[in-house]
């Protein structure tokens, strides 16, 4: 442990799906500092989702420069890593340097791929505790390998690796010193077995990988190298770094994740859970920093549905616009948005469905639209917690939320409406950044499960459900319908 661990400052860096964002925490896990940077997504066609590593790390390394400059950095003890999960990049084994762009999370390229895999479906999803989908990494790495001239001869000598985003930025930190990821990344690639903890050989020739074409897995609290001396010493995917940014260390803890897409996960403890088909297993983190089994229900469309609003048919101005414009009328007038722009997450994992905008009438103005695409968001995650009540037998009667879009308070009192529970909302959604800060100091040993810092355990802002559950049944048949309009 270092000397100044247990009185120094952390920090998160988030690198999310639109921007990176690097928050200075204090030992209690209260924010001091802020930096955020966007980078572009590229579409080259229909369907596709790309990233250009470079634009991802130019944010890394400003955000960084910027917050260690701030009062306190001063006494900075550690770096936590978090990042969007799936995404993946073919690198250079000895450069890092990216050798194409890399495949987003949300691209959907190898959906016919995907659909050639029925006969595997059962064993990757014993091996995995995932569907099989275009969402995660296996496909995406198995299409670079086929599609990158020179790609796979050069894999076949030892020159590539292919990194999720947590790894890339640790081995562009470390000046390449360190090729290592953790479990909760690892999970989402379609390869690692959840109950061994290791790669899976007979999943990695079945997409014609070889696993020390993979980063190493390291535990999610613990030594991933340094930069410029500052050890970095926590990892995390974002979901997981929420879950445990929320202090959601128990069986049967429970938080949503309102970013870029929207992430429900209950913390499911040592034993692995039996999960209802429509959702997927996962790794997350404990509370003493080890693996731990999570179910989650992964929407892809959350936060984006806003940026659509927003950037696409200029309905709003801003994000925080859409809640008044929203509030400026009572309902949808029978408007439903179903926001399958990039296919349907779960429950439904359908990724040929596509967007619509059902129930229109010469009434329907920009008001409804705007109110019917966060009602949206909210009736996707209360499909996900009626699942999770009448298959797993869970009672979840409260949610713990985050993420930006959690700031938009008609959108929470939505969500607890349309999900028939209470949702609380800490006192700064910033929880994927302060988990990894978090698991840096944990892993470090600044302080102990059973005496964890007031940042993660303090009260915010509760909303309690006001629908009646009849009402709340037929606005949840509703919106099945119209779901039911845009499957494939």
Not at 165 to 192: K, Q, Y
Not at 389 to 403: F, M, N, T, Y
């Amino acid at each position: 442990m270092l000397e100044n661990s247990v009185g120094g400052t952390w920090i998160g860096l988030d690198a999310g799906t639109t921007g990176v964002t690097a928050v200075l925490f204090d030992a209690d896990m209260r924010p001091l500092a802020r930096s955020s940077a966007e980078f572009p997504q590229h579409f080259p066609q229909p369907g596709w989702v790309e990233h250009d590593a470079a634009e991802i790390l130019a944010a890394v390394d400003s955000t960084l420069a910027e917050v260690r400059r701030a009062p306190g950095a001063d006494r900075l003890a550690g770096i936590g890593i978090t990042n969007q999960r799936e995404t993946v990049f073919a690198v250079d084994a000895k450069t890092g340097t990216a050798l194409a762009r890399g495949i987003v999370w949300q691209d959907r390229r190898t959906s016919e791929r995907c659909r050639g895999l029925g006969p595997e479906v059962e064993r990757i999803r014993a091996v995995t505790g995932l569907p099989v989908d275009p969402y995660f990494s296996g496909t995406k790495i198995e299409w670079l390998l086929a599609q990158v001239p020179g790609l796979r001869s050069r894999a076949q000598q030892g020159g590539v690796r292919f990194l999720t985003v947590d790894a890339l930025l640790i081995h562009h930190l470390t000046g390449g010193g360190v090729v290592a990821t953790d479990p909760t990344n690892a999970s989402r690639t379609m390869l690692f077995d959840i109950e061994a903890r290791a790669w899976d050989s007979k999943l990695c020739a079945l997409f014609g990988i070889k696993p020390e074409w993979l980063p190493e897995v390291r535990p999610s609290a613990g030594a991933f190298g340094s930069f410029e001396g500052v050890p970095i010493c926590g990892v995390a995917g974002d979901q997981q770094a929420a879950l445990f940014g929320q202090g959601a260390w128990h069986p049967g803890s429970a938080k949503c994740t309102f970013g870029t897409g929207t992430f429900l996960l209950v913390n499911s403890g040592k034993v692995r859970p039996r999960v209802p088909d429509g959702l997927l297993t996962t790794l997350a983190v404990g509370p003493q920093g080890e693996p731990v089994f999570a179910i989650e229900g992964s929407v892809f469309m959350g936060g984006a549905v806003v940026q659509w609003l927003r950037d696409q048919m200029g309905f709003i101005e801003s994000a925080e616009m859409s809640e008044a414009v929203a509030s400026s009328v009572s309902d949808t007038g029978g408007v439903h948005l179903v926001p399958a722009f990039t296919g349907l997450g779960a429950p439904h994992w359908d990724a040929d469905a596509r967007a619509a905008i059902l129930g229109m009438t010469r009434g329907t103005g920009r008001a409804e639209i705007v109110r019917a695409g966060l009602e949206a968001i909210a009736f996707q995650n209360a499909e996900l917690v009626e699942l999770l009540r009448r298959e797993s037998g869970l009672e979840l009667q409260r949610l713990l939320v985050d993420g930006g879009a959690a700031s938009n308070n008609l959108l929470m009192q939505m969500q607890a409406d349309l999900a028939g529970l209470v949702v609380e909302r800490p006192p700064s959604v910033e929880a994927t950044a302060r988990g990894a800060a978090a698991l840096a100091a944990l892993g470090q040993g600044a302080w102990k499960a059973d005496e964890p810092p007031a940042g993660l355990v303090e009260k915010g802002t509760s909303f309690e459900p006001e629908l009646a559950a009849p009402e709340r049944g037929a606005r949840l048949a509703g919106w099945r319908r119209a779901v039911e309009r845009v499957r494939s």
